[in-house]
């Protein structure tokens, strides 16, 4: 199956600077919204920003250490619906820089320091869809 990689004009860098707002989780899906902050000269007022639908693990590093979440297994799996929970750790956090891993996958960085790491499937099925700035992309393993 061919990959829907994420293009390299994507404007992933209007990410740096949003905050979480919403973390909305669903049998099968996570869903994580942003708002951004206003540019300067303009009234102090939010915008809507990004916003990131995960179907397939994301895991989650602090200075604990890492926690995989897969919306995947929700249905069937207790403890993984208890680690979808830790996801409400995101709630009011910047984003201060975004990383292309290999494989087309993300690792969201907060300014706290969490990591928020988007992982796409190995046998190649849409694993998140991004909405930044206005554009929308599905993503896929490469």
């Known amino acids: 199956m061919p990959g829907w990689p994420i293009p390299l004009d994507y404007p992933l860098d209007q990410l740096v600077g ?22 300067s000269g ?11 639908d995960v179907e397939v693990a994301l895991t989650i590093e602090d200075d604990r250490g ?3 979440v897969d919306p995947q ?4 799996n207790e403890a993984q619906r208890s680690n979808g929970g830790l996801l409400v750790k995101l709630l009011g956090k910047k984003v201060a820089e975004v990383v292309r891993e290999p494989r087309n996958e993300l690792r ?3 300014s706290d320091g ?3 790491f988007l992982h796409t499937d190995p046998l190649g099925f849409e694993s998140f869809h991004l909405s930044i700035g206005g ?4 993503v896929t393993g490469a």
Do not use: H, M, N, Y
Request: aromatic letters at 10%.
């Open 18 to 39: 949003q905050e979480v707002t919403q973390v909305c989780i669903r049998l099968a899906e996570v869903q994580i919204d942003f708002f951004r902050q206003p540019q």
């Open 42 to 52: 303009t009234p102090d007022t939010w915008k809507p920003g990004a916003r990131i």
């Open 66 to 68: 890492c926690v995989r």
């Open 73 to 76: 297994q929700f249905v069937l």
């Open 108 to 110: 969201v960085v907060f």
């Open 114 to 116: 969490i990591s928020l």
């Open 135 to 138: 554009e929308s992309i599905t």
